[in-house]
């Protein structure tokens, strides 16, 4: 199967469950949002994807494969990746600078024999066509520390499509940016590619259902219910449960 599977996942921190018997899958294309109360367990199931949890039992599987022994690192190797934080930006350097790092890490790694010329114009072109992507031409030569919070967070995500990945982990990237520059990230999950396969993780129920199209609703570590923003949008379990309650 392509994509994606999580079959019994299970996490426990001592006596805490905070991953319930999780079983879901995300396949080429699928723009799926994983929403839930604080403490559902959101970002420990993002961590048991990307490895940076070791599940208590359970499966994770990439096309068929299960990669549930790897490393992180091997992970992204592998295709799945989660957006850079921008934490990890180098906020003096350009913004077209940051975005050149991960792709001449990966070339640096792939070991491919270009002649050099070649591998350089390569890089070049698709630096640009990233900053194209994520509408960030006019500001390429600007340090990131001059970009506003929303602009960076795009930086961020340019960044992450560097590694190729086919599953792309987006986790909060609303966060921190302020309502009337959150039409770039809704603009720039949109222009995503269209074959890859993106979970969100957000807070932000206005962005969910902007470019979601299916929704999962994480309670207690396991899944309620999960269906197009339609569905959920009409559940009562989740507007008793979720959405009517108070969240940040
Ligand atoms: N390393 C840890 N050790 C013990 N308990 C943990 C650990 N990490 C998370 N938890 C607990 O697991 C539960 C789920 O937390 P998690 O951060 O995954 O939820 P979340 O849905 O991402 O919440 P939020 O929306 O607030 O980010 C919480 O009760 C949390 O206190």
């Known amino acids: 199967m392509k994509g994606l599977q999580t079959k019994g996942l299970n996490k426990s921190f001592g006596g805490l469950i905070v991953a319930r018997d999780i079983t879901l899958s995300l396949q080429p294309g699928d723009r799926t949002a994983l929403i839930g109360p604080n403490g559902a367990g959101k970002t420990t199931f993002s961590n048991l994807i990307t490895g940076i949890l070791k599940p208590t039992s359970g499966q994770i ?33 350009s913004v ?37 992507a994520f509408t960030l031409l006019p500001l390429a030569d600007k340090p990131v520390q001059d970009l506003a919070y929303g602009q960076q967070r795009l930086v961020e995500m340019a960044m992450t499509l560097a590694l190729k990945p086919r599953v792309l982990i987006l986790d909060e990237p609303a966060a921190g940016v302020p309502s009337s520059d959150s039409h770039l990230i809704t603009g720039a999950i949109e222009a995503l590619p ?21 929704i999962i609703v994480l309670v207690n570590g396991a899944i309620l219910t999960q269906g197009t ?14 959405l009517g309650a108070h969240h940040d």
Do not use: C
């Open 61 to 93: 599987l990439l096309d068929g494969r299960d990669i549930g022994g790897l490393g992180e690192a091997a992970r992204v190797r592998a295709g799945i990746a989660k957006t850079f934080q921008i934490t990890t930006l180098f906020k003096h350097l």
């Open 96 to 132: 077209r600078e940051n975005i050149r790092l991960p792709i001449l890490e990966r070339e640096r790694r792939a070991l491919r024999f270009w002649h050099r010329a070649d591998r350089d114009k390569g890089i070049e072109a698709e630096i640009e066509a990233q900053l194209a």
């Open 194 to 214: 269209a074959d890859l396969a993106v979970l969100i993780i957000e807070h932000d129920m206005k962005l969910v259902f902007q470019v979601a199209r299916s």
């Open 229 to 242: 923003p339609a569905d959920i949008a009409a559940n009562q379990q989740v507007r008793d449960l979720y």
